[in-house]
């Protein structure tokens, strides 16, 4: 993996390597994706379904033990890894879905470096042969592979074997759009995990951007408009983009500040709200490189950006989902108040007896990336995962006992005490809040 850029550490949560990330927007997708995936869910075949059910209950059940909810997991990704080279798309989707549940929920590290090679020949079949879902999810399926068997010869090896089918893909414009998106969040992760030639980072980079300049029309005031069906791939590429320039040299940065930071601003007029969000949360990351290069860096039209910044802050269309407004809302107010040189907003997370702080926007890309492949598995993960954790600087693993993660729940009572506080303590800001508006009125 490319060595991080310096920037600022985190004021908290131990030293880092690299910086991280943000809360991430789902990428948009259409119905047709959502059908295909439904389908491939609904298959019959014995070996996804059972691996399903164990990777949830894996999750929290203490119906078993560990080693043997352990045992019983491999023993049905084994059976998973035999479907991949099945006849039936069907079986062969449903499978990869399995795959995906498991090794999103736990981790399996030693036991997939053993079938590295059958799974690499299985995934890089579905990428070839494979249409739509089952291209998007066996991308979906390497990136959580990169994530499990973390950097090294093994990982880089995988990443190789794999980018060109996915530069394939993800180039290929007669493929499904579906296919497209997850390509490109699998490599931006893979090569953010397990790539360690400076040049591989380079040319990932030249292809995504390539991807949501071009398509988005970010090239010149003459290019040619998106259609809403690509709305989802150029949120995704514009997302994997920014999450590598977060281990990206400091001579390259200077060259895409340079050339992108002028170009971006344009995709916050787009017709979807993710991609204006996201494309809002790269112009707040591109000002904080900016800002770690320059000290005093001044961008030439501010004034412009801040407008357009404030107005997408203050949005009140009634034409816009209520929810949709809300969350553009709030994310713009805090890149405005970024780019207007205040300070990033810290987010706090808590799993187990530990805390994670986000407390930059690079961080917060990394986080957001990590919690869109993982899910709810990210906990187990920052937990136990080397990869997660060297890269938040949370220390090596903490080996706790049952008393130990005992002692660290919160009983039944002091949630809800703690709940009866927070509801009494947001009903009186709001009461405040309330009697001003009356006084305006």
Known sequence: MPRARKGSAPRKGGQRRRVGARSSTQADSGSSEDEAASEARSTTSDCPSLLSTMAEDSLGGDAMDEQGQQEDLEEKVKECVDCLTDKSAKIRQGALESLRLALASRLLPD???ERRLTLTDALEKCLKKGKGE???????????????????????????????????????????????????SALGLGCYVAAADVQDLVSCLTCLEGVFSRSCGVGGPTAPGAPASLHGLFCAALQAWALLLTICPSTHISHILDRQLPRLPQLLSSESVNLRITAGETIALLF??????????????????????????????????????????????????????????????????????????????????????????????????????????????????????????????????????????????RSRMRDKRADIL
Not at 152 to 173: A, I, M, N, R, Y
Not at 352 to 373: C, H, M, N, Q
Request: aromatic content about 8%; charged content about 25%.
């Open 134 to 184: 089952e291209q998007a999810l066996a991308a979906t399926v390497l990136g959580l592979l990169c994530v499990q068997l973390g950097p090294g010869p093994k990982g880089e090896e995988l990443f190789h074997t794999l980018q060109p089918l996915l530069v394939s893909v993800l180039s290929d414009s007669t493929a499904s759009p579906a296919a497209r998106l997850h390509c490109a």
């Open 288 to 429: 904080e490189f900016a800002r770690d290069l320059e000290e005093d860096f001044i961008y030439e039209d501010m004034d412009t950006l801040c407008s357009t910044l404030r107005t997408l802050a203050t949005d009140s269309s009634k034409h816009r989902a209520k929810s949709d407004r809300r969350r553009q809302r709030s994310i713009f107010r805090a890149v405005l108040h970024f780019v207007e040189g205040g300070e990033c907003e810290e987010e706090t997370v808590r799993f187990g007896p530990e805390v994670l702080y986000v407390d930059s926007w690079a961080r917060r890309r990394i986080y957001a990336t990590f919690k869109d492949v993982l899910g709810s598995g990210l906990h187990h993960h920052l937990q136990n995962n080397e990869l997660l954790r060297d890269i938040f600087g949370l220390g090596p693993v903490l080996v706790l006992d049952a008393t130990a993660l005992k002692a660290c729940k919160i009983s039944r009572f002091e949630k809800h005490l703690y709940n009866a506080a927070a509801f009494k303590a947001r009903t009186k800001v």
């Open 111 to 113: 036991f997939l470096l």
